[in-house]
Nanobody, 124 residues
Framework: EVQLQAFGGGLVQAGGSLRLSCAASVFTFENYAVGWFRQAPGKEREGVSCLNSDGNTYYADFVKGRFTISSDNAKNTVYLQMNILKPEDTAIYSC??????????????????WGQGTEVTVSS
């Protein structure tokens, strides 16, 4: 079974940056897609970005141009570089994975494996 752990969250001022990491307990990210999701207090969980083993990516409109997803297969880790952070980016960020060779999506029901989240707080 795949186990995921997200970390790297914290408190940052608006305009700042954070890099989140999603470490997986699999040998390689081949044939997996990994997604990042977030849930703000009182709101539904929403897809932020995802990456599949072919390098295809997805970004939600509200993070395009600010967030970048990448992977280091040698470390079994997927990163989410978050720049130009805004107070509305404040949320619990979680990563998820699914075995697939297709394009990934920002739909949470599509993913089978979830890690615990990491909290991101952006102050104004």
């Amino acid at each position: 079974e795949v186990q995921l752990q997200a970390f790297g969250g914290g408190l940052v001022q608006a305009g700042g940056s954070l890099r989140l990491s999603c470490a997986a307990s699999v040998f390689t990210f081949e044939n997996y897609a990994v997604g990042w999701f977030r849930q703000a207090p009182g709101k539904e969980r929403e897809g932020v970005s995802c990456l599949n083993s072919d390098g295809n990516t997805y970004y939600a409109d509200f993070v395009k141009g600010r967030f970048t997803i990448s992977s280091d297969n040698a470390k079994n880790t997927v990163y989410l570089q978050m720049n130009i952070l805004k107070p509305e980016d404040t949320a619990i960020y979680s990563c998820a994975a699914v075995v697939t060779n297709t394009h990934c999506t920002g739909i949470d029901a599509w993913y089978d494996y979830w890690g615990q989240g990491t909290e991101v707080t952006v102050s104004s």
